[in-house]
């Protein structure tokens, strides 16, 4: 077990000491964060995963959990709904229920409240555990973020100094790497024009704003619709390489259910790497069940997207690397 102590994005807490111990990697700050990050522990094989890994079920009842998404039904979940529909939580002998996600929905609270298990989110979940909130990364899905900012064409921002003095949509608890960048880029947050994010593509197309925060899995597509020519403007562009979607719990699911959590990790993970496999035939699915209101050229799209940031040909999926999450604590 690893713990890492880091420090918010902010102006005020950019100062970190690196200590040593016997027993855990300690980071310090003005605002300490600590984030408990589980490789290799007693009850998580780090064996490739198989369909051998997952336990099956031998005929008792199913427990129910709970796993909170962090938006609407795409393909960014496909690994989820490809563990229940191909019965891989069933053998696990778990009955998992999907939330959406929406505006507004603190993923970390809802875990740790004990309204989900189970939850999907980014690597602001070190923010998360700043204020003090127990949570547990699993594994992370997305070895690379989706997070981009992008911009018209006619608005003439091509790189971070561009941005200087224009107005630029972010999330309050997201945005996370794009202000990293920014302060790499020895960029202030009051050099920008911050404007709350509208969750959607408008404000950009009507040009409400210069720069708007999104992911490289829908946003282009979005714009490509439009006809509206785009600069995309990448924090990993900018030595800013945070991993994407993490599955994670609480330490209390972890204490009283350890079993659960192993299996339903399991499960998850062979849902994805069936996924990965078999986009079309899951893309056939989130249309049947999930979100109809979406189009086939949008999911295939998000899939070739989402399948650039985990690159599952050449890393397993759910690894995770200790040095790469002290680079993304400091």
Same mark, same amino acid.
């Given at each position: 077990?690893?713990?890492?102590?880091?420090?918010?994005?902010?102006?005020?807490?950019?100062?970190?000491?690196?200590?040593?111990?016997?027993?855990?990697?300690?980071?310090?700050?003005?605002?300490?964060?600590?984030?408990?990050?589980?490789?290799?522990?007693?009850?998580?094989?780090?064996?490739?995963?198989?369909?051998?890994?997952?336990?099956?079920?031998?005929?008792?009842?199913?427990?129910?959990?709970?796993?909170?998404?962090?938006?609407?039904?795409?393909?960014?979940?496909?690994?989820?709904?490809?563990?229940?529909?191909?019965?891989?939580?069933?053998?696990?002998?778990?009955?998992?229920?999907?939330?959406?996600?929406?505006?507004?929905?603190?993923?970390?609270?809802?875990? %740790?409240?004990?309204? !989900?298990?189970?939850?999907? @989110?980014? *690597?602001? /979940? #070190?923010? =998360?555990?700043?204020?003090?909130?127990? &949570?547990?990364?699993?594994?992370?899905?997305?070895?690379?973020?989706?997070?981009?900012?992008?911009?018209?064409?006619?608005?003439?921002?091509?790189?971070?100094?561009?941005?200087?003095?224009?107005?630029?949509?972010?999330?309050?608890?997201?945005?996370?790497?794009?202000?990293?960048?920014?302060?790499?880029?020895?960029?202030?947050?009051?050099?920008?024009?911050?404007?709350?994010?509208?969750?959607?593509?408008?404000?950009?197309?009507?040009?409400? %704003?210069?720069?708007? !925060?999104?992911?490289?899995? @829908?946003? *282009?597509? /979005? #714009?490509? =619709?439009?006809?509206?020519?785009?600069? &995309?403007?990448?924090?990993?562009?900018?030595?800013?390489?945070?991993?994407?979607?993490?599955?994670?719990?609480?330490?209390?699911?972890?204490?009283?259910?350890?079993?659960?959590?192993?299996?339903?990790?399991?499960?998850?993970?062979?849902?994805?790497?069936?996924?990965?496999?078999?986009?079309?035939?899951?893309?056939?699915?989130?249309?049947?069940?999930?979100?109809?209101?979406?189009?086939?050229?949008?999911?295939?799209?998000?899939?070739?997207?989402?399948?650039?940031?985990?690159?599952?040909?050449?890393?397993?999926?759910?690894?995770?690397?200790?040095?790469?999450?002290?680079?993304?604590?400091?």
């Amino acid at each position: 077990m690893i713990f890492h102590e880091g420090t918010d994005l902010t102006e005020t807490c950019q100062q970190q000491i690196l200590n040593k111990t016997s027993t855990c990697r300690v980071f310090h700050g003005q605002a300490a964060v600590y984030l408990i990050v589980i490789f290799f522990l007693g009850f998580i094989s780090g064996a490739p995963v198989t369909g051998a890994n997952a336990a099956v079920n031998s005929g008792k009842s199913l427990e129910k959990i709970t796993l909170q998404l962090k938006w609407s039904h795409q393909f960014q979940f496909a690994g989820y709904y490809a563990a229940i529909e191909k019965g891989y939580y069933r053998d696990a002998g778990l009955e998992v229920d999907l939330k959406e996600g929406k505006p507004g929905v603190n993923i970390a609270e809802e875990v %740790v409240s004990g309204r !989900a298990d189970f939850g999907v @989110d980014m *690597p602001g /979940l #070190l923010l =998360e555990r700043q204020k003090g909130l127990p &949570i547990v990364i699993l594994a992370t899905i997305f070895q690379h973020s989706p997070e981009i900012l992008i911009a018209r064409k006619d608005s003439g921002i091509e790189s971070p100094q561009d941005l200087i003095g224009r107005r630029v949509e972010l999330r309050p608890r997201g945005s996370i790497e794009t202000q990293a960048m920014l302060l790499n880029e020895g960029i202030s947050l009051k050099d920008i024009d911050v404007i709350d994010h509208s969750w959607g593509i408008d404000a950009l197309i009507n040009k409400r %704003v210069d720069a708007s !925060a999104g992911y490289i899995t @829908d946003r *282009p597509f /979005l #714009l490509d =619709e439009k006809g509206i020519p785009y600069t &995309i403007i990448r924090p990993i562009t900018y030595g800013i390489n945070f991993y994407g979607d993490c599955l994670f719990t609480s330490e209390r699911e972890i204490t009283e259910h350890p079993e659960r959590v192993k299996a339903f990790r399991e499960a998850s993970l062979l849902g994805w790497a069936y996924a990965m496999e078999n986009p079309d035939e899951i893309i056939d699915i989130i249309l049947d069940k999930y979100n109809p209101g979406l189009s086939r050229e949008f999911l295939q799209f998000e899939a070739e997207a989402t399948r650039k940031l985990m690159l599952p040909e050449f890393i397993e999926i759910g690894h995770m690397n200790p040095g790469r999450w002290r680079h993304i604590a400091d």
